[in-house]
């Protein structure tokens, strides 16, 4: 059974910091590209970054290229993301994602994790 499990979510200060991580297990990790994706309250689901399993330069959307950094440990087959100054704007559901090949369209996206909330306050 195929399995994303996000965490490190939470509430944060403008300007602050997190990293979310997310645990995947049920398929082989080198054969997907992996993204995360969030979905702000009233607006549309949309692709943060993505990471090809055979580039080393991630994707990253231009709201947040500079301020976030994707990363993966193939051995523990964990996909991370360092957010840095957080903004407000950044509040919503992050969702990490497999993918056959990275796409800024969220329906490319095969197998999605529960989501896990980020609220960044002013």
């Known amino acids: 059974e195929v399995q994303l499990v996000e965490s490190g979510g939470g509430l944060v200060q403008a300007g602050g910091s997190l990293r979310l991580s997310c645990a995947t297990s049920?398929?082989?990790?080198?054969?997907?590209?992996l993204g995360w994706l969030r979905q702000a309250p009233g607006k549309e689901r949309e692709v943060v970054s993505c990471i090809s399993s055979s580039d080393t330069s991630p994707y990253y959307a231009h709201s947040v290229k500079g301020r976030f950094t994707m990363s993966s440990d193939n051995v523990k087959n964990t996909l991370y993301l360092q957010m840095n100054s957080l903004k407000p704007e950044d509040t919503a559901v992050y969702y990490c994602a497999a993918t056959v090949i990275c796409t800024d369209y969220t329906g490319g996206y095969e197998y999605w994790g529960q989501g896990t909330q980020v609220t960044v306050s002013s």
């Open positions: 049920g398929f082989t990790f080198d054969d997907y590209d």
